[in-house]
């Protein structure tokens, strides 16, 4: 009786410990579900302010909105976007005197990680010229890929789609 008695022990041992043991790791789905969330809701914020920063300018402002540009960049796209803006887009924008305001139209979550989010991303451009001062209005898509660094949204790849 006694062996009976300690085997039913060491069973009902076990099952609280499993029982125990699942409760913590669905917990733990649980958690990282919930900072994957925050981090998408979070990055597809910083995404209507940091594009429309990125791809935005005057050629009264060049300096200033490039300089402000490249503050929401990393890694090597933060490379890549100071020498695209240095020798292809300041020359043009100072040469035909242009003016271009991007607005995000719409945003939709490609892949999300609690501190690396990939969107697709709808954008409208307004773009006036010294040849054309009328608004011309674009349509655009990208795919952009934003990091968390030091707690800022920062985009780290933007490709057009």
């Not at 100072?94 to 999300?112: C, M, N, P, R």
């Not at 954008?123 to 952009?144: H, N």
């Amino acid at each position: 009786m006694r062996f009976v008695q300690r085997f039913l022990l060491g069973v009902a041992a076990a099952a609280v410990l499993g029982l125990c043991s699942a409760t913590f790791l669905l917990y733990q789905r649980v958690e990282q579900a919930s900072d994957v969330d925050a981090a998408r809701q979070s990055a597809i914020d910083a995404a209507r302010t940091r594009l429309p920063q990125l791809l935005s300018y005057d050629y009264h402002t060049l300096d200033k909105d490039l300089a402000g540009a490249r503050a929401g960049t990393t890694g090597a796209f933060r490379d890549q976007f100071a020498e695209l803006s240095t020798k292809v887009v300041a020359p043009a924008a100072q040469k035909q005197q242009i003016v271009t305001k991007t607005t995000v139209a719409g945003t939709s979550v490609v892949s999300a990680e609690p501190n690396r989010v990939v969107l697709l991303v709808f954008l409208d451009q307004v773009t006036q010229t010294k040849a054309d001062p009328s608004s011309r209005i674009d349509g655009a898509r990208v795919r952009a890929t934003l990091q968390r660094q030091d707690g800022q949204w920062l985009v780290s790849e933007l490709t057009p789609v």
